[in-house]
């Protein structure tokens, strides 16, 4: 009587599972559809054309949903977003750029340019009430 070693797996044969010289895929791999021989982009307008099939049919389905009072308020108000944003196309992201620009300040000379900077600061340093650290600044010499 033969026993079976318990780190062997059970039902699965030892060695090769294919015949010897055959693949055991003799048909390759499948081909990957979007990468169809060179050109991607006639799968691409493939997707298109059927998705714009269904447009209607989706846009209509949106409104169903938007109109829904039982759906959940979240689907709904998505509905309606999806709705103005295929309607009227998405909003333009706004970006809030804080800068300042200091154009009084036309000398050409570095140690005038830090001089004025200085006063500016001891000057806004004495309106803040912050009198130590007024005095603490280096005064400029003129």
Do not use: C, W
Request: hydrophobic content about 35%; aromatic content about 2%.
């Amino acid at each position: 009587m033969s026993r079976r070693h318990p780190l062997r797996p059970i039902g699965k044969p030892r060695g090769r599972p294919f015949v010897r010289g055959r693949s055991g895929n003799p048909g390759g791999r499948p081909a990957d559809p979007t990468k169809s021989r060179g050109r991607p982009e006639r799968y691409d307008a493939d997707v298109r054309k059927l998705a714009r099939e269904h447009g209607p049919d989706a846009i209509k389905k949106l409104k169903d949903i938007m109109d829904n009072a039982s759906a959940p308020f979240s689907a709904q108000i998505m509905a309606a977003n999806s709705l103005l944003d295929r309607g009227f196309g998405r909003p333009a992201a706004m970006v809030g750029i804080a800068a300042s620009l200091d154009v009084t300040a036309t000398q050409d000379n570095p140690l005038e340019i830090i001089e004025a900077r200085l006063a500016a600061i001891h000057e806004r340093l004495q309106e803040e009430g912050d009198l130590a650290a007024a005095e603490r600044l280096p005064v400029p010499a003129s």
